[in-house]
């Protein structure tokens, strides 16, 4: 499938961008206008962009009336926004306060959010909020002005609001605790927590030797997924051959070398097999050194 964005409708290519590219943070963005009015709601196109300056991006896009979304009036207005974070715990009081009021409705009223006073801006932040970063606008960018038209409001942060329930016993946020929401396309929404959070070592803590390295046998194994072989050539080095032939000796290797001494191709498939289990429980020198069986 091909798509030309020139050739369908605007509705129709946002519905396929939004699909496919997420899942998306969330900015809960709170203002006020020029006298004084606060005004809550949130924003998907959203993301940090620099950490020196903190700088946070968001985009409130031109709906089909053309008409400029309250936020980014006050944002132009004020200089000022708080971007709050959207956690599980409010996910429907932020969906409620997405409501196209009136200007001047406060949405925190109207949502049962709590109004907390900020430190350095003029913008109130979500009290329930796991984290909230108080910002300056530094510049509105104007994309266009037909409807779909984004407006980038760059932020630079100024001082952060974080709740120390989030925290993990390394003073860092925790994402089980942070239970972070994620926007998907349409009605649909991610919860960041359980087994949709998963840890991957970077790979720039050392040099990988790359997929391009391993051998052919196991680089075009029915069972090893691209997921596998790029765990796999994130090691530094192979095993040398006396720590293979060691790991030979372990139970579980030596009872698969013996049962299938005379069937190569079921050794193969039964080494691979074990070796993807070694990588799901991060045991990547243990997958080499079984994968590497067969290459003694």
Same mark, same amino acid.
């Given at each position: 499938?091909?798509i030309?964005?020139?050739?369908?409708?605007?509705p129709q290519?946002?519905?396929?961008m939004?699909?496919?590219?997420?899942?998306?943070?969330?900015?809960?963005?709170s203002?006020?206008?020029?006298?004084g009015?606060?005004?809550?709601?949130?924003?998907?196109?959203?993301?940090?962009?620099?950490?020196n300056?903190?700088?946070l991006i968001?985009?409130?896009?031109?709906?089909r009336?053309?008409?400029?979304?309250?936020?980014?009036?006050n944002?132009?207005?004020?200089?000022?926004?708080?971007?709050n974070?959207?956690?599980?715990?409010?996910?429907?009081?932020?969906?409620?306060?997405?409501?196209?009021?009136?200007?001047?409705?406060n949405?925190?009223?109207?949502?049962?959010l709590?109004?907390?006073?900020?430190? +350095?801006?003029?913008?109130p932040?979500?009290?329930?909020?796991?984290?909230?970063? #108080?910002?300056?606008?530094?510049?509105?960018?104007?994309?266009?002005? %037909?409807?779909?038209?984004?407006?980038?409001?760059?932020?630079?942060?100024l001082?952060?609001?974080?709740k120390?329930?989030?925290l993990?016993?390394?003073?860092?946020?925790?994402?089980?605790?942070?239970? +972070?929401?994620?926007?998907?396309?349409?009605?649909?929404?991610?919860?960041?927590?359980?087994?949709?959070?998963?840890?991957?070592?970077?790979?720039?803590?050392?040099?990988?030797?790359?997929?391009?390295?391993?051998?052919?046998?196991?680089?075009?194994?029915?069972?090893?997924?691209?997921?596998?072989?790029?765990?796999?050539?994130?090691?530094?080095?192979?095993?040398?051959? #006396?720590?293979?032939?060691a790991?030979?000796?372990?139970d579980?290797i030596? %009872?698969?070398?013996?049962?299938?001494?005379?069937?190569?191709?079921?050794?193969?498939?039964q080494?691979?097999?074990?070796a993807?289990?070694?990588?799901?429980?991060?045991e990547? #020198?243990?997958?080499?050194l079984?994968l +590497?069986?067969?290459?003694?």
């Amino acid at each position: 499938m091909i798509i030309d964005p020139k050739e369908i409708p605007q509705p129709q290519f946002h519905g396929y961008m939004l699909g496919v590219i997420g899942p998306r943070p969330i900015a809960f963005a709170s203002t006020v206008d020029a006298e004084g009015n606060v005004n809550l709601a949130p924003y998907s196109f959203f993301n940090v962009f620099s950490s020196n300056p903190g700088t946070l991006i968001l985009s409130p896009a031109l709906p089909r009336n053309r008409a400029k979304k309250h936020t980014l009036i006050n944002a132009m207005e004020t200089g000022e926004i708080v971007i709050n974070i959207v956690s599980y715990p409010i996910v429907e009081q932020m969906s409620l306060a997405s409501t196209a009021y009136p200007k001047g409705v406060n949405e925190f009223v109207k949502s049962g959010l709590t109004e907390a006073k900020s430190e +350095l801006v003029k913008p109130p932040y979500v009290a329930e909020a796991i984290a909230s970063f #108080e910002c300056k606008v530094k510049e509105v960018v104007h994309l266009g002005d %037909e409807p779909g038209a984004g407006n980038l409001i760059i932020c630079e942060v100024l001082l952060v609001h974080m709740k120390d329930e989030v925290l993990g016993e390394d003073g860092m946020p925790d994402p089980f605790k942070a239970d +972070l929401v994620g926007r998907m396309g349409g009605d649909w929404y991610c919860r960041a927590n359980g087994p949709a959070i998963f840890k991957l070592p970077k790979p720039n803590r050392n040099l990988g030797i790359g997929v391009d390295q391993i051998p052919d046998a196991i680089r075009n194994s029915p069972v090893l997924t691209g997921n596998n072989l790029g765990r796999l050539g994130n090691i530094e080095k192979l095993p040398e051959i #006396e720590a293979i032939r060691a790991f030979s000796e372990t139970d579980e290797i030596h %009872e698969i070398l013996t049962r299938f001494i005379n069937d190569q191709e079921s050794l193969m498939y039964q080494l691979h097999e074990l070796a993807q289990r070694y990588l799901e429980d991060d045991e990547l #020198e243990k997958a080499w050194l079984t994968l +590497l069986q067969q290459h003694l």
